[in-house]
């Protein structure tokens, strides 16, 4: 049997059952405040869930239900309701959660978006090399820490910069 080794263990930078699990949880018992302060809509790594979540918002923010029946209508009055899976898949989400992780997997989701922001930051550091200033990579660096749910499951600590120049 193969040996479990340390780098053999690697960070994916989505989690579509963490999406699944706010997403479901938002519609059966609407959105916990914590969770709607920290999700932006961009986020969500599938573009589907962005849509139904910016729905959920949108209800949300405007003291509207955010159950099933209400999301599908505002995903059709924008016509984005088969790009959001349809109504059938809305009702799968909801057979998924329970809301008590909510929390848990919000943090998932951030977390998963700050490293999907992270590779391309770093991306856009490598091919622009010659013209990026040092200065402006921190500052993006500090920024995309500063968005880290508090006791995230990634640690992300903050390093010297000063051996890349």
Excluded at 24 to 44: C, E, I, N, T
Excluded at 69 to 91: C, F, I, M, Q, W
Aim: with cysteine; proline share 5%.
């Amino acid at each position: 049997m193969e040996e479990f080794q340390e780098n053999q263990l690697s960070v994916g930078d989505n989690s579509p059952e963490s999406e699944q699990t706010v997403l479901g949880a938002a519609m059966l018992d609407g959105p916990d405040r914590d969770v709607v302060s920290m999700l932006k809509y961009q986020d969500f790594y599938s573009e589907k869930h962005q849509y139904i979540w910016r729905s959920i918002c949108y209800l949300h923010n405007n003291g509207n239900p955010t159950d099933v029946p209400s999301v599908v209508d505002v995903l059709k009055r924008h016509n984005l309701l088969e790009h959001s899976g349809g109504a059938y898949y809305l009702t799968e989400l909801v057979d998924i959660p329970t809301t008590a992780t909510a929390t848990y997997h919000a943090k998932r989701i951030k977390e998963c978006a700050v490293i999907r922001k992270s590779k391309e930051l770093a991306y856009s550091f490598v091919s622009n090399s010659k013209t990026i200033d040092l200065s402006e990579l921190r500052t993006s660096l500090d920024n995309l820490i500063q968005e880290m749910p508090a006791n995230g499951a990634i640690p992300i600590k903050p390093v010297s910069y000063t051996h890349l120049r």
